[in-house]
């Protein structure tokens, strides 16, 4: 959604552009550029503020976190996340909320749905991340989770199968803190 409202905004900030560069020109345009600029302002002072108010939410969250309010930045992810259910971030902020406050089974779950959420956006390695810590609190959920993301190539030279044996073993976290 972001990234439409980016668009819009740049091509609007364009039209904005070379209305201003005309404007002074032209004695005939200048009340309809007067009102397309008052448009223009008016629809991204919506914009913003609509974005602003579908943020606040997670705002509130990493300020009562930052507070060290658990229970309202616990609440307040919640929100957030029952408006984005598809943000993974969120669920990894929330999962890290419960991990510092030693809520380990639901830290576990959280961080399994914000890895699911990662694999179906196709960012394996971030999933991978969090499917280590996941494995230190829930080994079960761990092994599902590797069941479900996608296993790295392998090739065939000499017909004898080689994994990447040159690839460098990655140093991997100890917290998902790291991360989000």
């Known amino acids: 959604m972001l990234s439409k409202i980016a668009n819009w905004v ?3 900030a364009l039209a904005l ?3 201003f560069l005309i404007y002074p020109s032209n004695e005939s345009i200048k009340p309809a550029a007067s009102h397309v600029v008052s448009q223009v302002k008016s629809a991204l ?9 579908s943020e606040e939410p997670l705002n509130q969250a990493r300020d009562a ?3 060290g309010d658990a229970i309202a930045a616990v609440n307040a992810y919640q929100a957030y996340i029952r408006k984005h259910s598809d943000s993974a971030d969120a669920r990894g902020e929330l999962g890290n909320v419960y991990y510092s406050e030693g809520n380990l089974t639901e830290a576990a779950q959280v961080y399994y749905d914000a890895a699911n959420l990662l694999i179906a956006q196709k960012k394996v390695d971030q999933a991978a991340r969090l499917a280590t810590i996941i494995g230190q609190i829930n080994p079960g959920l761990a092994n599902e989770l590797a069941a479900k993301m996608p296993q790295p190539e392998t090739s065939l030279q000499s017909g004898i199968e080689q994994d990447n044996l040159n ?3 990655p140093v991997l976290p100890q917290s998902a803190m790291r991360y989000y």
């Open 17 to 19: 552009f070379i209305v």
């Open 65 to 67: 976190y930052a507070r």
């Open 167 to 169: 690839q460098p073993t």
């Open 45 to 53: 002072g919506h914009v913003v503020s609509s974005v602003q108010a």
């Open 10 to 12: 740049v091509w609007s």
